[in-house]
Structure formats: C-alpha cells, structure tokens
C-alpha cells in the first residue's frame, strides 16, 4: 500500500501523460475474448505507479451552489462535455435541449478517444482547459480527485437535499475519502446470456423453464458440456457453450471467487487476496472448464472466428452462453434478430439456494473543479442522472437506471428476463478495486493468466508472484478510501 503525497511536476514527471488501458463500456474488464465486442483495451504504462493526491493551486474553495435555473437574456453559454461513453451519451443526446431550455445553456460535446482517456484528461487538467463536465475512466480518476481537479459537489447535493446512498445504486467511485465526487449516470451489471434454442437442440435444461432460475456452477457446467461439440466430425471443436473472460478480474474470475465464499481484495486495506485459499481453489475450478472440460471457447479460437467474420461467439451462434453485462443487451437484440431465441439468467451459485454474486459497474460523471461555470456544470449532471435520462433508460433497456426508482421499470420485459439485472442489487454484490493503478493490475493479471494457460504453470505459484506485485503496484491518497466498506456489498 502506498500514500503518495506529489507535487505536480512530480506528477508530470511520473508518466501520468502515458496511455494506460481502457476497460469495457461499464466496467473495468480485463482483456476480453475477440468476440465479446464490448469494449476497448489498451496496454497501460507502468509508469503509472504513481500519482497526486493534493495539489492546493488545483483546489479552489466551492462556490456557494445555486441549484435553481437563471436563464439570462441573451446568448446561450456553451457547456462543455467531454466523453468516450458514446454508447451511454448518444441516444440521450435528442434530450438535451429540454436542459439547454431551461438554462440557456449549450452543450456542446467533445469526443476523447477510448485508447487515450487518461492521457487526454490529464493533458486536459494541466493545461487548465478541462471540459466542465466529464465521463471518465472512473476506476482511475481517484488520481483526479486527489489532485484537486474534481468539483466537490457535496454542497449542492445537500442544498438539494439529495442523498445519492440512498436514492441511486452507487459502484463504488462517487463518494472517495468522504467526498462527493460523482454524480451517478447508469450501471451494469454481469449475467448469462443464453441461447434458448440451441439449449433445446441438444436437451440441455433451460435455466428458467427447467430450473427456474435457481442453478448452480454444476448446472451451467452441465449445460455447457451438452452443448459443446465437433460438428464436422473432425474432433475439433466448433460450438462452445460458454464465452467468458475466464482470464480477467474481476469479470469473471472475481465473481467465481466471491462466490466461492473468498474474496480477491482486502478493500478496507487497500491489498489484493488472490494467493487466498479460496482464491487458488476458485481459479483452479475454471482452469479444469477451460483446459480439461474445453466447454469455454478460448482466446485464440475465438480470435479465429473474427477471421472467419464471426466477431461475436453467442450472438454469432457458437456458443450457447455468454457471460457479459447489461449494456450488452442493445448489441445482442441488434445481432440476433429473429434468428434465435434468448433470455438472461443469474450468474449461478455454487450451491442451490444461495445467489451468486455478480460485479456492479458504471460510468459517473464529474465537473472540472475550476470550471467557470461550475453551478451549471452541476445541473447538467443532476439533468443526466434525473427523471428524463433515467426513465429513458428504464423504456429503451439499454442501461440499467441509477436512479432507483426506474429500475422496476426496467426490469418489465414481456419477453426476457430483464430483472436479471436489477435483481443483483438486491442480493450481496461485488464492485471494482479501485485505486491509481487499477487498470494497469488488471492487465497484468491477464498477462499473468497467460502462464497458466498457455506455458502451463502452477496456478498456485502464478497467484502468489503477481499477488506479491498487484500489492507493489496499488496507490492511493492520504485516505483508506474503503474504509468501512463491506465487500460483496450487502444491500
């Protein structure tokens, strides 16, 4: 564990310019199969072992909120947003002149690329001509907070009197070391995509016909080895019946191991757990799916249908589950079709009776703390996790509301499963280790995984070296952030 305290040449100095990678749509995802589609990544710098965490010329006294709107006369003020999150911004974007109405305001939005989020921002913070508003790499920007160039927006949420705890359902990142920060936006959650029809083919259980939703990892195990098969009667396998990231963390490794009774992370003391007994035991049980059973298709195969134009396995038709989160749920409705039958099911328990426990994420917007305009900067955040945006998600199903109070709503599909989603908030649920170098460990972990399944090596001694470096590499602020914290979180 590290309490970094660095000037901000210090900061420059250290590399906080470089690239480092950037995760899935609404969660930080380790390098995911070619077919997953759900996302960037890019390698990380390990320059990135250190950061700020007080900059005073970078932390000026909160402006005393004005909540109400003023429109003034004249011509509209632009408000800049900046954002990589196009699958979360622009199907709100027809809604943003309600906001510009009522505020005369203008938003005008600036596109950062996906491979350069924390390169561009921190250019951007430096200069001082950060947008004043950002959706960022959330499990990251607790540099940004530590630094000084994130608004506090405590006062305005009080003035409001809005309780975010209790109103929306938080990931982890919008309340750091007692300080509001983020303003929730939307979340995702992880499930089981599932074709009904190829289940059917081969007489495998359907989760929710036959098992009602209550399934365990031997159920999902036998399912899959029902449906995985060489159809060409070459004995080389073209149908999987899953396609999981069984080499990143924490989707999907974190959940088997949360499941599993352990945990990979000692949030309240800033340390990684993965050389932990039920670790080793967790990750051994999806070795023998991967390497022995050979029910999960895996990188390279699924590198290999991307050259043959399948860039997707489930939606594609060569696997018959597919382990991915929410916001997933546009790309599977847009590439299936009519061409088969789906629905979603629990991530499985690994005893009947007992749920699962599934990884919470999502994107929270900020404000630039030097903004010249931070009591708009303010409302266009609180318009983007309010009434028009949430209830817009809940209709469309293309995000899972934050605001609570949607999700029902949501969850009402005639056809599918949809509560799937919202149901893990209402169960004990995992959420990202956060920290300066949150990303960068995450790489590494699959780099590390490698050694298992491609050199072969003892899982054991692979946990217990890079658990010894994860722990080298974890930075922070002049707080324990998750101090207090329960993880899985209990609702």
């Known amino acids: 564990m590290k309490d970094l ?19 899935t749509l609404d969660g930080c995802q380790s390098t995911p199969p070619a077919t997953n589609n759900a996302g960037p990544t890019a390698a990380p710098s390990k320059a990135e072992a250190t950061a700020p965490t007080s900059i005073s010329s970078q932390s000026p006294t909160n402006p005393t909120p004005k909540t109400e709107s003023n429109p003034s006369v004249g011509a509209p003020v632009t408000l800049t947003f900046g954002t990589w999150f196009t699958e979360g911004t622009d199907p709100i974007t027809p809604l943003f002149p309600k906001f510009e109405q009522a505020h005369n305001a203008k938003v005008k939005v600036e596109l950062i690329p996906r491979d350069q989020i924390m390169t561009k921002f921190t250019a951007l913070f430096v200069a001082g001509t950060a ?31 809005i309780d975010i705890q209790k109103d929306y359902s938080l990931i982890g990142s919008e309340i750091w070391c007692g300080k509001s920060y983020g303003m929730p936006f939307q979340i995702g959650t992880r499930a089981v995509y599932y074709n009904k029809n190829m289940l059917k083919a081969v007489g495998a259980p359907d989760p929710w016909d036959v098992l009602k939703g209550q399934w365990t990892f031997d159920d999902m195990l036998k399912i899959a080895q029902q449906l995985t098969k060489a159809s060409k009667g070459n004995g080389k396998i073209d149908q999987w019946g899953i396609d999981m990231s069984y080499d990143g963390i924490p989707e999907v490794m974190g959940m088997f191991i949360w499941t599993f009774g352990g945990n990979w992370a000692d949030f309240a003391n800033m340390k990684y757990t993965l050389d932990s007994p039920i670790s080793i035991d967790a990750h051994k049980y999806v070795f023998d799916w991967v390497d022995n059973k050979k029910v999960v ?22 696997t018959g589950m597919w382990v991915r989160a929410s916001a997933s749920t546009p790309q599977v409705i847009k590439e299936v079709g009519d061409r088969f039958e789906w629905d979603v099911a629990p991530w499985p328990s690994q005893k009947r009776g007992t749920p699962g426990v599934s990884l919470v994420s999502g994107n929270p917007h900020t404000a630039y703390a030097k903004s010249k305009q931070p009591d708009l900067a303010y409302q266009f955040m609180k318009f983007l996790a309010g009434d028009d945006v949430q209830k817009f998600f809940a209709d469309g199903k293309a995000q899972i509301p934050t605001l609570k109070k949607y ?48 050199q072969k090596q003892d899982v054991a001694q692979v946990l217990k070296a890079f658990n010894s470096k994860a722990n080298s590499e974890v930075a922070y602020g002049s707080c324990t952030p998750y101090r207090g914290w329960t993880v899985p979180v209990q609702p």
């Open 5 to 23: 305290r660095l000037t901000r040449r210090t900061f420059l100095q250290t590399g906080a310019l470089s690239t480092v990678a950037i995760v």
């Open 131 to 161: 947008q004043d508003v950002q959706n960022g790499d959330n499990f990251s920007w607790s540099k940004f907070y530590d630094a000084g160039y994130i608004l506090d927006i405590g006062s305005y949420l009080k003035t409001d009197n």
């Open 297 to 318: 298709v895996t990188n390279q195969d699924a590198s290999s249908l991307v050259q043959l134009g399948v860039n997707n396995t489930f939606t594609g038709g060569k």
């Open 407 to 454: 999700q029902e709503e949501y969850s009402t599909d005639p056809k599918r499963h949809m509560s799937v989603f919202t149901d893990i908030l209402k169960v004990p649920y995992g959420i990202h280790f956060r920290h300066y170098n949150c990303v960068q460990v995450y790489r590494e972990y699959t780099d590390a995984m490698q050694q298992v399944y491609i």
